[in-house]
């Protein structure tokens, strides 16, 4: 089916265009989640560093498609190119900016971009700005900052007792899951056409007393996370780890993640867990998959890319993860949402061969994962931008919650261990759905 556009620029318009986009400069913002008003709300913040907004003066659904994010490039670039734009501060980030998030699945509907009408920012370089959008017929919305009309941290549990329920399969359904998984790689064993690695994920869902609050589920994330990237687009929010593309004029970087062990309760545990992730062959043949497939599709955009022969240890608060850091200059000038379209899905979220693994994935899952895995991040008028993968992430509804986890599955995965590894993986958005 082929992905064409819904605009939805507002309620009462269908088409995009005529949009006035001033950006200043702004002294430190401070905490870019502490202010958040109560609005619809975007976010991609790391370390302190990213952009919020609030409010929506554009946005669009994507149909289900292969061309999903062709689709959406299309309808971004009629949208800026009518745009009165005033940039004080000209830097990645500021002028006309959407967010996004897009489906795991081609074959699923609801990617979406959105322009919201205030975004406030802030680089590494200590340069923070704040960009207005109207369309001329209604003020672009607050503009100033910090708010005052945040989300008040509560000791208790803010939205109530939460009861949780089985996702579309019960933990010992989905180690059978696994098992079949298993049993498919390793009856293609020495084929090299065969399936080598799938990722297969998992749903859970809470139901709170009262409606969920994003704010203060973004600001628990962030403070418990601050090393991951945590995000909010349409209802899905979350904290990731994983940077799938970064686009700045002609570099890109990546952070490729694959092969997990919990952290350890002292110094020395730890450090013991770290060592066997790193020895394990299991977890590093999971994570070469992951490299490879951005590696092939790198090298033909690319003229140079670096990527080190062995992965590294990454430490957040709760995982040691495999990782390695790519970085190349590219051959031509392409957005980062047409390089997030090269490079998804990654082996990381998919598997190897990608279209077995997604043939897999769809029949072993029972679940439709929505926008769980697929890109989430930003784009600017210039192309550049910043795509994460939507892990460690949520749907959020009113008072409910639908939350994911995923494992790469070889042919020496353990299907009780893959369970408990999911369980390691609902913490974040768990425990910031609990208090």
């Known amino acids: 089916m082929p992905g064409g556009p819904r605009p939805e620029t507002r309620p009462d318009s269908g088409e995009p265009g005529g949009l006035t986009v001033r950006t200043v400069p702004i002294d430190d913002p401070g905490d870019l989640l502490a202010g958040l008003p109560d609005a619809p709300l975007v976010s991609w913040v790391r370390r302190g560093r990213g ?3 609030w409010g929506e003066m554009a946005r669009v659904t994507l149909s289900a498609g292969e061309d999903r994010f062709t689709a959406g490039e299309k309808w971004l670039r009629t949208l800026f190119e009518d745009v009165t734009c005033v940039d004080h501060v000209q830097v990645p980030g500021t002028g006309p900016v959407a967010l996004g998030s897009f489906t795991f699945d081609p074959a699923s509907d609801g990617s979406v971009l959105i322009v919201p009408r205030v975004i406030v920012g802030r680089d590494g370089e200590g340069t923070a700005w704040l960009t207005t959008v109207s369309d001329g017929r209604e003020p672009a919305g607050r503009q100033s900052w910090p708010g005052a009309d945040g989300p008040d941290e509560e000791p208790d549990r803010p939205f109530g007792t ?25 009856a293609g064993a020495g084929d090299p056409a065969a399936l080598r690695k799938v990722v297969l994920a998992r749903d859970l869902f809470a139901t709170a007393a009262k409606p969920i609050d994003p704010r203060l589920v973004l600001r628990r994330l962030a403070g418990r996370y601050p090393d991951c990237y945590t995000f909010a687009v349409d209802g899905l929010v979350g904290a990731t780890p994983e940077l799938l593309i970064r686009r700045q004029d002609r570099e890109v970087t ?22 066997a992730l790193l020895a394990s062959a299991k977890n590093t043949e999971e994570h070469a998959y992951a490299v490879d497939s951005i590696r092939d599709v790198l090298t033909r955009l690319c003229t ?66 929505g926008r769980y895995a697929g890109p989430v991040g930003w784009v600017d008028a210039a192309g550049n931008g910043e795509f994460g993968i939507a892990l460690r992430c949520a749907e959020l509804a009113g008072p409910r919650a639908r939350l994911f986890a995923g494992c790469g599955i070889v042919a020496g995965s353990d299907p009780a261990a893959e369970v408990a590894e999911t369980e390691v993986k609902f913490l974040p958005m768990r425990q910031s759905l609990d208090g």
């Open 304 to 369: 140079d890319l670096e990527i080190p022969s062995h992965p590294s240890l990454l430490k957040l608060a709760n995982l040691h993860h495999l990782g390695t850091a790519v970085r190349g200059t590219l051959a031509a000038d392409q957005s980062v949402l047409s390089l997030a379209d090269a490079v998804h899905p990654p082996a990381a979220v998919c598997g190897t061969p990608t279209e077995t693994a997604l043939e897999l994935i769809r029949e072993l899952e029972h679940m439709e994962r």
């Open 51 to 53: 952009l919020v907004g």
């Open 254 to 275: 990546a952070l490729i993640l694959g092969g997990t062990l919990p952290r350890g309760a002292q110094p020395r545990e730890d450090q013991e867990l770290g060592a």
């Open 162 to 186: 939460l009861r949780w329920h089985d996702g579309s399969l019960t933990a010992p359904g989905w180690a059978h899951a696994v098992e079949l998984a298993v049993e498919r790689i390793t």
